[in-house]
């Protein structure tokens, strides 16, 4: 596969030699070199963009949405490939590979819906106190944004961006996290497959230097970024400098409440999933289980069972569960966790532990009755480490629940329809779901509160985040 930049609807070498190695976490053996964009890289991009973005945001929002179908086409015709590369490179199980690729196909499918009834929306009247006056709304795009996205959902956040960026009329510079870029860089093959203009979509896999170029460029209009708090604040203060607008998706330490009413063994699975999907690796992981006091020893027993059985192996083995982590860092970092966990005398009921292997594995992990004041308990892990308090009533986890950094994500789990959409309306949180698993349509929103971010992505509102309000007035 071409492992260059994507500029200008071309192919194209960096501006300095650098290369970014790209590895697979279940061997930990490199399997491809990209090459690594620099500053001047991102200001050609940009030049790209500028030109392109008169043409493109002229374009009908039904001329736009041809270009977002065949995306989604383009997608769906190439998904044996795609799943593979996301294994391979992300370290995903198949099945999770698979919602991925189909999350990235409904994802360009609907902005594609969005920009077809644009056209009927545009210039609509607004109604005035007297017949002096009538009033006009434009929606209009930004202008050339720049889209920075994270390693643990490649391909499924540039969808987020690109499709909205898209369907609203920007020019689009994406920097693919330099982790697991391969994925991304299969959009540029798509680009021109489907004839989308030159200069519309700009890919550039890089370091820090090329993140802080798309932040303070002074030819982009808007910055949406997807990745952690401590980086977020930095995209936040280079982009204050110029007022620049910006959309953060950062952290979570999202709960999920069962109460003594919930069947364990759907509890069961619904808490491996919030905690073991993408080996704990997301944003949204319900890494806080609060659980009645009535079931906590019982369910907590089974957790653990249930921790102990799961299969974590390479992506490609038959049963696999979990996968590895996505890189050495990461793994480094939630054994760092273990760690701490060790000092703080906590209760380890499963895992606390790397597994043998070539790969960057680590044990699917329990942790009872944590203190509040935990590390463990506060800190954004990112792995699959589940920490457990109890709680007496429905006021005392809510209590609990919302007493956190974070506003991203949230379950309920109860057999009482009416309290579990009580306290799913309580809760702080963008996202709560109950009695399930964590479910996202592009027709819904993402996002959160608190440390969590700013703005919202998916649904009209993530096309909303890519647009600018024009009012024009005329006298009768």
């Not at 994406?174 to 391969?182: C, Q, Y």
């Not at 999202?254 to 364990?264: E, Q, R, T, W, Y």
């Not at 050495?328 to 606390?352: H, P, S, T, Y």
Request: hydrophobic fraction near 45%; aromatic fraction near 6%.
């Amino acid at each position: 596969m071409t492992t260059q930049l994507f500029i200008n609807g071309d192919w194209c070498a960096s501006s300095i030699s650098t290369q970014l190695p790209v590895y697979n976490p279940a061997t930990a053996e490199q399997i491809a070199s990209v090459a690594c964009a620099a500053p001047a890289d991102v200001d050609r991009a940009v030049q790209a963009a500028q030109a392109a973005f008169p043409a493109w945001s002229q374009l009908s929002g039904s001329q736009r949405a041809v270009y977002l179908r065949g995306f989604a086409e383009q997608i769906s015709s190439r998904s044996e490939e795609l799943i593979a590369l996301q294994m391979r490179n992300n370290g995903k199980p198949r099945h999770e590979a698979e919602v991925d690729i189909g999350d990235a196909i409904a994802t360009f499918a609907y902005y594609a819906e969005q920009a077809d009834a644009m056209d009927a929306g545009q210039n609509a009247e607004v109604s005035l106190p007297d017949n002096a006056f009538r009033s006009y709304t434009r929606r209009e795009p930004v202008g050339v944004v720049s889209l920075i996205v994270p390693w643990n959902f490649p391909l499924v956040t540039s969808a987020w961006k690109i499709a909205p960026a898209l369907a609203a009329g920007c020019c689009v510079l994406l920097k693919p996290s330099e982790l697991t870029p391969l994925i991304e860089l299969k959009l540029g093959e798509m680009a021109q497959t489907i004839g989308l203009p030159a200069g519309v979509l700009n890919i550039l896999p890089g370091a820090a230097d090329v993140g802080t170029a798309l932040t303070t460029h002074p030819q982009i209009a808007k910055v949406s970024f997807t990745g952690s708090n401590a980086v977020g604040r930095k995209v936040m203060q280079a982009a204050a400098e110029r007022t620049l607008p910006v959309s953060l998706e950062l952290g979570g330490k999202s709960p999920i409440v069962v109460f003594a009413d919930a069947d364990l063994d759907q509890a069961v699975e619904w808490i491996i999933g919030g905690i073991c999907w993408n080996a704990g690796q997301m944003c949204s992981a319900t890494s806080r289980l609060l659980v009645q006091d009535e079931i906590a020893d019982a369910l907590l027993d089974r957790l653990a069972s249930a921790m102990h059985n799961l299969k974590v192996a390479a992506p490609d083995e038959d049963g696999c569960e979990m996968g590895p982590m996505t890189s050495q860092v990461q793994l480094n970092k939630v054994l760092g966790f273990f760690v701490i966990a060790e000092q703080e005398g906590l209760d380890c009921r499963a895992g606390g532990h790397a597994l043998s292997g070539e790969g960057w594995f680590v044990a699917p992990t329990l942790y009872a009755d944590v203190p509040a004041t935990s590390r463990l308990w506060n800190a954004e892990i990112f792995g699959p480490v589940l920490c457990a308090r109890r709680f007496t009533d429905e006021a005392d986890a809510l209590r609990q629940a919302n007493d956190c950094a974070f506003a991203l994500a949230a379950t309920v789990v109860s057999a009482d329809a009416q309290r579990a959409m009580r306290v799913a309306n309580a809760l702080e949180a963008g996202h709560v779901w109950i009695n399930s698993m964590q479910v996202v349509y592009p027709q819904t929103s993402w996002g959160g509160g608190k440390a969590s971010g700013i703005g919202r992505e998916l649904g009209p509102w993530g096309l909303a985040a890519f647009q600018q309000i024009k009012h024009i007035t005329v006298p009768v």
